[in-house]
Structure formats: structure tokens, C-alpha cells
């Protein structure tokens, strides 16, 4: 749970609060991408971008711990999380929500009951607490009243809303989201990129986004890195705005005007 | 108070000031929504105005939330307007957040207690849709075995073959020991009963009979609903749950002849087959305990088992298989195919998958017994 700091975020900008070191991600043999070293501060809203398939959501699944690396090292406020004891890895996990490409929402619970089972699991509030909660959290998604409803019963925005209540039950550090404007229509996507400005002004996290919507890249990023599929490595990192204007790579500058500009 | 997490205070304007102290954190020791609500109705007059001050709050979260949301709501049932200015800037803007989009009309839902009388006819009607159901799948299916004959089935042999293989020559091992097993306690049942007797010989008519009629194609049916039907089941239901099946049907391609044929048609042929194979097997267990601990000698055995089993109880176990096939295939795939869009969904129409062809198979296994029996096979 975030301390003190919260009450004054711009004391904690700037401090870097994941560091990727020289890592090198593969699924056995496979390698995604090699040679990664970037740092992510403290109250950013961090983008990870790239054309389809160059290893976003891989290197998105490295940063929330599902895989080690291949080689080097991730690091969370200084410490490598693959050295930590698991129930250290534990702990840190807690402190990130990930709000997945498809929501990932328990099917089998209502979105009550989704939002509920990291508060049981992991704080030691009543039942009547846990409801006041998950009703809060589910307004602060536009959701209220929605309780009781299964995911099959809500439509996609509104799934990808109450997934996002979900990663914010414990109130984490740092949010992580694959994807997500994926499957929303315009509106509902520029709604959700406010919400992450929102949230991170708000809540003081910091915030990472996997994605190619450039419409979103531009409005939230305040700092990036751009992975390459067939170097299989970085080419660019930095605030996507500038990158528009500075960046002399015609890989990066084709991408970031849709193809008008730059190679071939 | 019991903890020092607010002040309240009157000033002289007529307005309260509220200072937020400490912590007020999920695990921390905060004020109660009740206690706060006694000590600030101890004055008399409802306040013109609320204040907070917020200088010594040292941190922050959900917590803090929770209590602003229902003093929100509290001042706006009395009509007492709040200045939020006060607080932290990113609990406001959660606070903001939090109370911008209004419950939708009509969203939350009620339970309602529903009378004995409408409980029954709903279930009375889920049963009638449960029967058609049923009957529709079938003259479906019996429909798409009619294209499969006249060669109009979008019908793929790779899939055909992948599971002959898997319902076929992948389910030997656990059918083999299992028949092995089976035969052996039988004939070891039988042998304690016999021996009193003297007549341990009979040990191989009664698990050469009894395998042959009834367990062997019963334990193998048993063993397919549990390993092949309920597959199919959580298979289809799976692609229930991606949209295969939908993406199927709205490129014209029927989910019967593409999915559920090969399936059946694989088991029916295959069922038979293993049921040899679990005759093989159960009366060679009832061979081993009789000549191991019975002393028969292996050829007198042999002969026995022989002369007990006629071609006839061999005939009659393969048609209870070859229906014991139809049923479990068909469970598993009515069920796979009826399937809900949630992972819970697959679950059930895999549990129930197996307990339809389980009782269906015990059912017909006891009707054809009756009727082989009075038919004096």
C-alpha cells in the first residue's frame, strides 16, 4: 500500500521504480527480444510499443514476474525480483495490478466476488468492509450497481472497466494494462485514456501500457520504448511526443505516422 | 474517539471543520462511520457548511475514500453542502471518480422468492426443453450420419483418425489393467465361495461368463464415459466458450457433421474393439488366480472357459457396447454442445456428461439383461 508520499506525488517522480537490465527474453530456443534496458520513474505512464507480434505483451508478462528472464534482470525500487525469496515476490506482486488483454475475469464469480478475492486473500478487513469497497471500486469505473452481474452479462467496455476494478482492489503501486483500448469502440477508449491520467494523478501509481493505439500513445505517454520484430531488440525509448518529432529511425517514425513517413 | 484519525469542530460561522489525522490506511485503525456519525450529530443544528483540513494526514487510501463516499452521500441526504478544497488533490479526484457516473436505474438486482407453484412449473419446463433438446440432437445426429452415407458431410478424415486413435489404441493400457483387475477379484470371489464345494473348476464358467456378457463391455463403457465422453464434453464446450463453434455454423459448415460425427462415429468403432480386449483380459485375471491359488491346472482352465462361453455371450456383450458407445459419445457431445460461455459452464457439461452416460449406461445395461434373458440368449 502506497505511503505518505501519495499525499505529495511530484516528491516521488522522477525516482526510478522498475529498472530492466540488459535482459533477453525467449520461450526456449525462441528468442522475443534481446539487449532490453530501459528504466521506468516513479508516476510515469510508461508505453511499450511496437508493431504486431514484436514481443509487447511478452515483455508486459516479464515485468508482472509470469516469466523469467532469459538473461539479465528486472528491478523493482533497486532489488531484482527473480533474486527475491518467493514470499518476497510475493509481496511485491501485490503491490501491481494487471489489467489483461481480455479482462481475465473470473467467469465462475459475480464482479463482486472478482473484486473481493484479492481484499480477502490479503487484507484482514470484515465482510461489510470488503462490500464497501468493491462498491467504491466499482465506481470509480462507472460501475455502480453492477455487483451482481457475471462478466458473460456486461459488454465488453464494461468488462475491461470492471477488470480494471479488479487490479485496483489492493490499491497497487504500480498498474499495468496489455491492450487497453483492444475491442473498445472510440469513445469508450478515449474514456479509458482519461481514466488512466486520471488514476495515476489520483492514485500516485505508476503506469504501464502495452499498446499501438497511436491516438492513446500520444494522449497518455509520458515516456516509452518502442521494440523492434525484426532486430529483436529496442531502437527507441523516450517520451512518444518527442520521438515523433526527433527520432531519426524510419522504423519508428513510420509507425508513429502510420505508415505516411519514413522506410520505405 | 477511540483513535486520533479525525477532529471535528464547530466554528463560529455555523460550519464544521473536519481535520483528517494520521493514517488512514486498509489495515489501519480509523475512526468507525458510526462513532463519527454520533459525534457529529451531538450538535443540534445541522452545520451550514463542512470544511476539512488535511495538513496532518500523513497517509492515504481506499480507506479514506470509503469514509469521504459516505459522508458524501450523508451531506447530500441532509443537504448540508461540503468544500472539498480541503483535502488531498488525488482524493479528490478519486472522490470526483467515484461519485461522477450515477448508479444506472434498474441495474442492481433483486431476489425474488418465487412461489412452490411457479418452482415446479419452471422445472417442469426446463424438462420438456430438457426432452427436446435431447430428441432434436438426435434426429440431427441420425440426420448428419444419413450425409456421412451419401457422401455429403463436411466430414475430415485427420480428425477421424486422430480420434480412432485416441478412443482406440490410447485407452488399451487403462482398460487392460482395469479388466485384468476386475476379472482377477471376480474369480477370487468366486473361488472362496466355490471351493466350499469343491467345485473351484466353475471358477472359470462364472468369469468367462461374467466377464464375457456383462462386465467387459459395462467396465469398458464405464472407463470411455470417464475418459472419452467427458474429453468431448469440456472439447466442444471449450469452443462453445471461444466462439468456434459460432465461427463453424456462420461459415455453413455444420458443428454435427464437422464435430460431433467424426467423434461418435470414432467411439462406436472402437468401443466394440476394447471390449474384446477387456474380455481378453478379465478372463486371463480369473486365469491367473484360479491357477495360482486354486491349483487348476492352465489347459483344464482354458477348456472350461471354453466350452462356458459360447459365441452367442460374446454377441451379447458386443451389442450392449455398441449402444453403451452411441450413448456415451452422444452424452459427451450433447453436453459439450449445451454448454454455457464461462469456464464454470464447461465443468458442468463435463460433470454432467458423465452422469448422464454413466446412468443411461447402467439403464440399458439392466433393460438389455431382461431382454436377453427372456429372449433366451
Given at each position: 500500500?502506497?505511503?505518505?508520499a501519495?499525499?505529495?506525488?511530484?516528491?516521488?517522480?522522477?525516482?526510478?521504480?522498475?529498472?530492466v537490465?540488459?535482459m533477453?527474453?525467449?520461450?526456449?530456443?525462441f528468442?522475443i527480444?534481446?539487449?532490453?534496458?530501459f528504466?521506468?520513474?516513479?508516476?510515469?505512464?510508461?508505453?511499450?510499443?511496437?508493431?504486431?507480434?514484436?514481443?509487447?505483451s511478452t515483455?508486459?508478462?516479464?515485468?508482472?514476474?509470469l516469466?523469467?528472464?532469459?538473461a539479465g534482470?528486472?528491478?523493482?525500487?533497486?532489488?531484482?525480483?527473480?533474486?527475491?525469496?518467493?514470499?518476497e515476490?510475493?509481496a511485491?506482486?501485490r503491490?501491481?495490478g494487471v489489467?489483461?488483454?481480455g479482462?481475465a475475469?473470473?467467469?465462475a464469480?459475480?464482479?463482486?466476488?472478482n473484486?473481493?478475492?484479492p481484499?480477502?486473500?490479503y487484507?484482514?478487513?470484515t465482510p461489510?468492509?470488503?462490500?464497501?469497497?468493491?462498491?467504491y471500486?466499482?465506481?470509480?469505473?462507472g460501475?455502480k450497481?453492477?455487483?451482481?452481474?457475471?462478466?458473460?452479462?456486461?459488454?465488453?467496455?464494461?468488462?475491461?472497466r470492471?477488470?480494471?476494478?479488479?487490479?485496483m482492489?489492493?490499491?497497487p503501486?504500480?498498474l499495468f494494462?496489455?491492450?487497453?483500448?483492444a475491442?473498445?469502440?472510440p469513445?469508450?477508449a478515449?474514456?479509458?485514456?482519461d481514466?488512466?491520467?486520471?488514476?495515476?494523478?489520483?492514485?500516485?501509481?505508476?503506469?504501464?501500457?502495452?499498446?499501438?493505439?497511436?491516438a492513446?500513445?500520444?494522449?497518455?505517454?509520458?515516456?516509452?520504448?518502442?521494440?523492434d520484430a525484426?532486430s529483436?531488440?529496442?531502437i527507441?525509448?523516450?517520451?512518444?511526443?518527442?520521438?515523433l518529432?526527433?527520432?531519426?529511425?524510419?522504423?519508428?517514425?513510420?509507425?508513429?505516422?502510420?505508415g505516411?513517413?519514413?522506410?520505405? | 474517539?477511540?483513535?486520533?484519525?479525525?477532529?471535528?469542530?464547530?466554528?463560529?460561522?455555523?460550519?464544521v471543520?473536519?481535520?483528517l489525522?494520521?493514517?488512514?490506511c486498509l489495515?489501519c485503525?480509523v475512526?468507525?462511520?458510526?462513532?463519527?456519525q454520533?459525534?457529529?450529530?451531538?450538535?443540534p443544528?445541522?452545520?451550514e457548511?463542512?470544511?476539512?483540513?488535511s495538513?496532518?494526514?500523513?497517509?492515504?487510501d481506499?480507506?479514506l475514500l470509503?469514509f469521504?463516499v459516505?459522508?458524501?452521500?450523508y451531506?447530500?441526504s441532509?443537504?448540508?453542502?461540503?468544500n472539498w478544497d480541503?483535502?488531498?488533490d488525488?482524493?479528490?479526484?478519486?472522490?470526483r471518480?467515484?461519485?461522477?457516473?450515477?448508479e444506472?436505474?434498474?441495474?442492481?438486482?433483486r431476489t425474488?422468492?418465487?412461489s412452490?407453484?411457479?418452482r415446479?412449473?419452471?422445472?417442469?419446463?426446463?424438462?420438456v426443453?430438457?426432452?427436446t433438446g435431447?430428441a432434436?440432437?438426435l434426429?440431427e445426429?441420425?440426420?448428419?450420419?444419413?450425409?456421412?452415407f451419401?457422401?455429403?458431410?463436411?466430414?475430415?478424415w485427420?480428425d477421424f483418425?486422430?480420434f480412432?486413435?485416441s478412443?482406440?489404441?490410447?485407452a488399451?493400457?487403462?482398460?487392460g489393467?482395469?479388466s485384468l483387475?476386475?476379472?482377477?477379484?471376480?474369480?477370487?470371489?468366486?473361488?472362496v465361495?466355490?471351493?466350499m464345494?469343491?467345485?473351484?473348476?466353475?471358477?472359470?464358467?462364472l468369469?468367462?461368463?461374467?466377464v464375457v456378457?456383462?462386465?467387459g463391455a459395462?467396465?469398458?463403457?464405464?472407463?470411455?464415459?470417464g475418459?472419452?465422453?467427458?474429453?468431448?464434453?469440456?472439447?466442444?464446450?471449450?469452443?462453445?466458450?471461444?466462439?468456434?463453434?459460432?465461427?463453424l455454423?456462420?461459415?455453413?459448415?455444420?458443428?454435427?457433421?464437422f464435430?460431433?460425427?467424426?467423434?461418435?462415429l470414432?467411439?462406436?468403432?472402437m468401443?466394440p474393439?476394447?471390449?474384446?480386449w477387456s474380455?481378453?483380459?478379465?478372463?486371463?485375471?480369473?486365469?491367473?488366480?484360479?491357477?495360482?491359488?486354486?491349483?487348476?491346472a492352465?489347459?483344464?482352465?482354458l477348456?472350461?472357459?471354453?466350452?462356458?462361453?459360447s459365441?452367442?455371450?460374446?454377441a451379447?456383450?458386443?451389442?450392449k457396447?455398441?449402444i453403451?458407445?452411441?450413448v456415451?459419445?452422444?452424452a459427451g457431445?450433447l453436453?459439450g454442445?449445451q454448454?454455457g460461455?464461462?469456464?464454470?459452464?464447461?465443468?458442468n457439461?463435463?460433470?454432467?456428461?458423465?452422469?448422464?452416460a454413466?446412468l443411461l449406461i447402467?439403464?440399458?445395461?439392466?433393460?438389455t439383461?431382461?431382454?436377453?434373458?427372456?429372449?433366451?440368449?
Amino acid at each position: 500500500m502506497a505511503k505518505g508520499a501519495q499525499v505529495e506525488i511530484g516528491n516521488r517522480s522522477g525516482l526510478a521504480h522498475i529498472e530492466v537490465r540488459g535482459m533477453t527474453m525467449a520461450y526456449g530456443d525462441f528468442l522475443i527480444q534481446k539487449d532490453l534496458n530501459f528504466t521506468i520513474n516513479q508516476g510515469d505512464i510508461f508505453i511499450i510499443m511496437g508493431g504486431s507480434g514484436c514481443g509487447k505483451s511478452t515483455l508486459l508478462r516479464h515485468l508482472v514476474g509470469l516469466h523469467p528472464p532469459a538473461a539479465g534482470e528486472v528491478l523493482y525500487q533497486g532489488s531484482s525480483f527473480w533474486q527475491l525469496a518467493p514470499n518476497e515476490r510475493n509481496a511485491l506482486m501485490r503491490r501491481m495490478g494487471v489489467l489483461y488483454q481480455g479482462g481475465a475475469l473470473w467467469t465462475a464469480m459475480t464482479l463482486a466476488e472478482n473484486i473481493a478475492l484479492p481484499l480477502e486473500e490479503y487484507t484482514s478487513l470484515t465482510p461489510a468492509e470488503v462490500n464497501e469497497l468493491v462498491s467504491y471500486k466499482l465506481s470509480l469505473v462507472g460501475l455502480k450497481g453492477f455487483e451482481d452481474y457475471y462478466p458473460s452479462e456486461i459488454s465488453g467496455g464494461m468488462q475491461k472497466r470492471a477488470a480494471l476494478a479488479r487490479a485496483m482492489a489492493l490499491d497497487p503501486e504500480t498498474l499495468f494494462f496489455d491492450e487497453p483500448s483492444a475491442g473498445l469502440d472510440p469513445v469508450s477508449a478515449r474514456l479509458l485514456d482519461d481514466l488512466i491520467i486520471e488514476l495515476r494523478d489520483s492514485l500516485g501509481a505508476t503506469i504501464v501500457v502495452v499498446t499501438h493505439e497511436l491516438a492513446s500513445i500520444f494522449a497518455v505517454g509520458n515516456n516509452s520504448v518502442f521494440l523492434d520484430a525484426a532486430s529483436k531488440t529496442m531502437i527507441a525509448e523516450g517520451d512518444p511526443k518527442r520521438l515523433l518529432t526527433e527520432t531519426e529511425n524510419p522504423i519508428v517514425r513510420k509507425f508513429l505516422t502510420r505508415g505516411e513517413e519514413g522506410y520505405p | 474517539m477511540q483513535s486520533k484519525s479525525l477532529t471535528i469542530s464547530y466554528l463560529t460561522d455555523n460550519s464544521v471543520e473536519i481535520s483528517l489525522l494520521g493514517d488512514w490506511c486498509l489495515t489501519c485503525e480509523v475512526v468507525t462511520w458510526q462513532s463519527f456519525q454520533v459525534q457529529f450529530e451531538q450538535y443540534p443544528e445541522p452545520p451550514e457548511k463542512i470544511d476539512f483540513v488535511s495538513s496532518d494526514l500523513e497517509s492515504w487510501d481506499s480507506k479514506l475514500l470509503l469514509f469521504l463516499v459516505k459522508l458524501d452521500a450523508y451531506a447530500q441526504s441532509r443537504h448540508i453542502p461540503v468544500n472539498w478544497d480541503g483535502l488531498p488533490d488525488g482524493a479528490k479526484g478519486l472522490l470526483r471518480l467515484a461519485t461522477e457516473v450515477p448508479e444506472r436505474s434498474g441495474a442492481r438486482r433483486r431476489t425474488r422468492t418465487r412461489s412452490l407453484v411457479y418452482r415446479l412449473g419452471t422445472w417442469a419446463m426446463d424438462g420438456v426443453e430438457e426432452l427436446t433438446g435431447l430428441a432434436t440432437f438426435l434426429g440431427e445426429w441420425l440426420l448428419s450420419i444419413g450425409r456421412f452415407f451419401t457422401g455429403r458431410a463436411s466430414f475430415r478424415w485427420v480428425d477421424f483418425n486422430r480420434f480412432l486413435q485416441s478412443a482406440g489404441a490410447g485407452a488399451l493400457p487403462i482398460v487392460g489393467i482395469i479388466s485384468l483387475l476386475v476379472g482377477a477379484v471376480l474369480g477370487f470371489v468366486g473361488a472362496v465361495q466355490l471351493q466350499m464345494f469343491g467345485a473351484q473348476i466353475y471358477v472359470a464358467d462364472l468369469v468367462g461368463l461374467g466377464v464375457v456378457r456383462e462386465m467387459g463391455a459395462m467396465m469398458t463403457a464405464i472407463i470411455m464415459a470417464g475418459r472419452t465422453g467427458s474429453a468431448y464434453a469440456a472439447q466442444l464446450g471449450t469452443m462453445q466458450v471461444n466462439e468456434e463453434i459460432d465461427a463453424l455454423r456462420t461459415m455453413g459448415i455444420s458443428p454435427m457433421d464437422f464435430l460431433v460425427l467424426p467423434r461418435t462415429l470414432a467411439l462406436i468403432l472402437m468401443l466394440p474393439l476394447l471390449c474384446l480386449w477387456s474380455d481378453a483380459l478379465g478372463i486371463l485375471g480369473g486365469l491367473l488366480v484360479g491357477v495360482s491359488i486354486l491349483d487348476i491346472a492352465l489347459l483344464e482352465y482354458l477348456q472350461q472357459t471354453k466350452a462356458a462361453i459360447s459365441l452367442a455371450d460374446i454377441a451379447t456383450g458386443l451389442i450392449k457396447s455398441l449402444i453403451f458407445a452411441v450413448v456415451v459419445s452422444l452424452a459427451g457431445c450433447l453436453r459439450g454442445l449445451q454448454s454455457g460461455r464461462n469456464s464454470a459452464a464447461v465443468g458442468n457439461a463435463t460433470t454432467s456428461a458423465m452422469v448422464t452416460a454413466i446412468l443411461l449406461i447402467v439403464i440399458w445395461d439392466a433393460l438389455t439383461t431382461i431382454i436377453f434373458n427372456r429372449l433366451g440368449i
